[in-house]
């Protein structure tokens, strides 16, 4: 077999968990297991009818070329519109707004645009899991600060954020709605946020791809709205609008970042296709009601999921606040998650993510995805309810199968 260059910074990158544990997943189909995926935080809904007739209008109108590299000057316009209807701030689309490949590319420029070798990223844990390898990959360390759960929610503590911090750190990372522990983070928390990033000097992140999914009345605020000027607010309408697939999102920042941001960008993928930006702008500026409704579909599969698996011996459900994961707290089943995990897989038939996969902070929890709704949720959830109880009454010190690898 030839052997091919493998760099120090790709042997420093891993696979995400869903892309490990969908491996195991096709192995085990090959096999010809049947299994209901609880696993993916890919709403199940189509994208509503309006965006796609604009995506294919904008197809027959030969809007096929190369797009602007920052984004089409209409998107760019529609982005500043969504921001400050929804957060009352004000971004020069010209200078200060960014159309990217979904969030995933927005993250991995305004990382790139950030770091030096050996800074420091301050990131709350657990935590996405495709966070660290970027930070590596630009030669950054992370930092991760474990969220503890307080009333039955993952909160940050200050006071650790804060002893997290030295000379090297740069950048604060955070997601709210918070994957995978489902928190949407409260004023008084992001005030704190501002607050040490305005002592410490550092950049925010602001990962809100969850922005739209918010329950009982909850309001999503960014930390823009405290210190607009040395925050990156990350966001895509993958998740807004059922767009996992279009790959389309934005950035917006303080001009001089999203400049250097700009300069990546034109280095890697120059930004979506054309008539898919023109798609986004119909979605930003049409009619938001699939927008309503899809929040409202999904607080009521959250609460589906929280009802039927209440009263499990060892188990407590954390009520998400927002986002589309209800994360489980197995620490009383006296395993770890991968076991349980497994365990599920294999012998109940159902498939959702191990805490630890999103970190040593996630160890002891489960996180089960409610973004497939109708039979797919039923099914599942009623699987993963009779291999819990089945763990449940299994005394820890016995083996169960398969065998932890
Ligand atoms: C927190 C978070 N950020 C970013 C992404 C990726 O977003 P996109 O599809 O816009 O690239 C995901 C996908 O699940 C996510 O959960």
């Known amino acids: 077999m030839k052997s091919f260059p493998h760099p120090e910074r790709i042997a420093a990158l891993k696979p995400t968990a869903v892309n490990r544990v969908l491996e195991e997943v096709r192995s085990l189909q090959r096999d010809g297991k049947k299994l209901v995926s609880l696993m993916r935080g890919q709403p199940d809904s189509s994208t509503p009818g309006h965006i796609v007739e604009a995506a294919i209008a904008a197809l027959g109108a030969g809007r096929t070329g190369y797009a602007d590299n920052r984004g089409e000057p209409a998107l ?31 993250v991995y420029i305004a990382l790139g645009a950030l770091l030096s070798s050996g800074d420091e990223v301050i990131v709350p844990a657990p935590i996405y899991d495709a966070y660290e390898a970027v930070i590596l990959l630009w030669g950054g360390v992370p930092r991760f600060v474990p969220g503890e759960i307080d009333q039955g929610r993952f909160s940050l503590d200050p006071r650790k954020l804060e002893a997290a911090c030295t000379p090297k750190t740069r950048l604060l990372l955070l997601n709210s709605p918070w994957n995978p522990v489902g928190s949407v983070l409260a004023k008084t928390e992001i005030e704190h946020l501002a607050d040490l990033a305005e002592r410490f000097n550092l950049v925010i992140i602001s990962d809100e791809i969850y922005d739209s999914l918010v329950y009982d009345g909850r309001r999503h605020l960014t930390p823009a709205a405290l210190c607009r000027d040395r925050t990156v607010v990350v966001n895509s309408l993958s998740k807004t609008y059922a767009m996992t697939g279009w790959r389309v999102g934005y950035c917006a920042g303080p001009e001089p970042i999203i400049r250097s941001m700009f300069l990546l960008l034109q280095q890697s993928s120059r930004g979506p296709a054309t008539f898919v930006q023109d798609a986004a702008s119909a979605a930003l500026q049409g009619d938001q009601t699939c927008v309503e409704y899809m929040r409202q579909e999904f607080q009521r599969r959250r609460d589906f999921v929280v009802a039927q698996l209440e009263g499990i011996d060892g188990v407590r459900t954390l009520v998400p606040e927002g986002g589309l994961f209800v994360m489980l707290d197995v620490r009383g089943l006296g395993r770890t998650s991968d076991e349980i995990r497994r365990f599920l897989l ?31 949720l039923e099914q599942g959830v009623a699987l993963l309810k009779a291999g819990l109880e089945k763990l449940s009454q299994t005394p820890s010190a016995s083996p169960i199968s398969p065998q932890p690898r």
Do not use: Q, W
């Open 76 to 106: 760019r316009e529609a982005v500043a519109e969504k921001l400050h209807r929804s957060h009352g701030l004000r971004y020069d689309p010209a200078e200060e707004i960014l159309i990217t490949d979904g969030a995933t590319l927005g």
């Open 346 to 376: 294999h012998d109940a038939g159902v498939v959702v993510l191990h805490g630890s996969a999103y970190g040593e902070a996630g160890e002891g929890m489960l996180r089960v995805s409610f973004a497939a709704g109708g039979d797919t």
